[in-house]
């Protein structure tokens, strides 16, 4: 009792959703180019990974800050007292400017700098990787979505040719055609396919939802699916041009090279030092006698150091990033073996789902004829209701597998551009304006002062705060 309760509350309330979305999506259609754009333009998880991605950018001017003056501004004032032989007091005030230059580092700077520069090469490899994410999520909600649609109306379908076989059987019946078993077993075949549409209007509104995520709002009135994206001849092709674009692996290589600057900055760690420091500044102070003593003054000084022993931390330091070397080496083979997988996984999903289309197609037409062909031997007497009942089962089971293996060979087509690392906004050719990473990292690579804005972080914190 309780689960047909449910069915109903749950058919309801699809059934209101469906026809207020009608409403308000006849005036306009959307196409998988539009859910595409959608997604791209607000998904928060791409706003999130390029405000990571600037985040990183800063690591260049942090770095080259080393090879740049560093100038402070100073001030000391002392006052005393002496309480002797003589009582005294002297104050005194000093003021100063110090500059200092690296000049040679053992090339510690140098190494920094190119670590930072392929942290961010991998991370905008990464960048790409979520880019793929969210556009490849979106093809598949827009997929399942009308794959769903389907489904209810085979489903809806269904229903009213049940009633109608319902009624039917009925009136057989009440001339003595049939038997009363013949009117249960269609109540109970019509009732069976009652819930079935049910369940479909219920998946409906879960492929609904995770389309509003994926998109950033409701699916409206969706076009078909457009032709089938074009995809390489081979899997050696596929797997040929993953190995050069897929995001993953370029990332795992830029990891790897920063890895072997980080080795070698640890090792100029243990190299000599050389800097310039030049001090101006000013000094008064009064004597027990109130005079005024002291004159500006200027130091230029050259500094050098060379590290002997740090009590083990600069050897350990090294092993260190040697470490992370072999890591990072290691996970460039990792991510050729996962790409390489992905590839042929992908493929071979696009392979089944080409031959099952055809199959299921094959087995849609033959179960059509035969349900037909059963219905007219049950007029003659020659077949029973039941076997009615069940060959247009077979018949509507036969048409949600064809909607079924159309949506796979869709997926699996988008699923390995993405393996190739080719589900981009430029290769789908959406025409929109796209992120542009050179932007940012162009404007702060100088280390300009100033140019942050703390609104955002102030109205954050207030929200917290309250």
Do not use: C
């Not at 309330?13 to 005036?27: E, H, P, R, Y």
């Not at 005030?93 to 700098?113: E, F, N």
């Not at 990292?441 to 140019?451: D, M, S």
């Amino acid at each position: 009792m309780r689960t047909r309760r449910l069915r109903a509350l749950l058919f309801t309330t699809a059934i209101a959703a469906a026809t207020n979305g009608i409403a308000l999506s006849a005036a306009s259609a959307e196409t998988l180019t539009d859910a595409l754009i959608q997604a791209y333009q607000t998904s928060p998880l791409l706003a999130s990974s390029r405000a990571a991605l600037r985040s990183l950018d800063e690591s260049v001017p942090q770095a080259r800050a080393n090879r740049r003056p560093q100038v402070d501004a100073n001030v000391a004032g002392s006052t005393g007292a002496d309480y002797g032989d003589f009582e005294s007091h002297a104050d005194a005030l000093q003021a100063t400017l110090v500059a200092t230059l690296l000049i040679y580092d053992s090339g510690q700077t140098k190494a920094a700098i190119e670590s930072a520069r392929n942290n961010i090469a991998a991370g905008r490899a990464d960048l790409k990787t979520v880019e793929q994410n969210v556009l490849f999520s979106a093809v598949q909600a827009y997929a399942n979505v009308r794959r769903d649609e389907e489904f209810v109306r085979i489903a809806r379908a269904d229903v009213q040719r049940l009633d109608e076989t319902l009624r039917a059987t009925q009136n057989r019946f009440d001339v003595g055609e049939v038997t009363r078993t013949d009117v249960s077993q269609s109540e109970a075949r019509l009732a069976e396919s009652r819930a079935n549409l049910a369940d479909a209007l219920g998946a409906l509104e879960v492929s609904r939802e995770a389309y509003r995520a994926a998109v950033g709002h409701p699916p409206q009135n969706l076009d078909p699916l457009p032709p089938l994206p074009a995809v390489p001849a081979s899997l050696e092709e596929s797997t040929s041009i993953a190995m050069q674009r897929n995001p993953q692996i370029v990332s795992a290589q830029f990891a790897e090279r920063s890895a072997v600057y980080d080795f070698d900055r640890a090792r100029a760690a243990t190299g000599p030092s050389v800097g310039v420091n030049v001090t101006t500044g000013i000094e008064r102070a009064t004597n027990q006698f109130g005079d005024f003593t002291g004159d500006p003054f200027a130091e230029v000084s050259i500094n050098g150091s060379m590290p002997l022993y740090s009590g083990g931390s600069n050897s350990s330091l090294i092993r260190q990033a040697q470490a992370v070397v072999d890591q990072r080496q290691f996970e460039v083979q990792d991510a050729g073996r996962s790409v390489t997988q992905s590839v042929a996984a992908a493929w071979t999903q696009l392979e089944v789902a080409k031959v099952a289309i055809t199959a299921r197609r094959e087995q849609a037409d033959a179960s059509r004829i035969a349900a037909e062909g059963v219905t007219e031997e049950a007029r003659l007497g020659a077949r029973s209701t039941l076997d009615v009942l069940d060959a247009d089962q077979d018949r509507l089971q036969a048409e949600a597998e064809v909607v079924s293996a159309v949506r796979d060979e869709y997926v699996a087509a988008y699923a390995l551009l993405q393996a190739m690392g080719l589900m981009t906004v430029e290769h789908l050719n959406l025409g929109i304006e796209t992120y542009n990473p050179d932007v940012y990292f162009a404007k702060v690579q100088n280390a300009p002062v100033g140019g942050y804005d703390t609104s955002a972080v102030d109205r954050i914190r207030a929200r917290w705060e309250r």
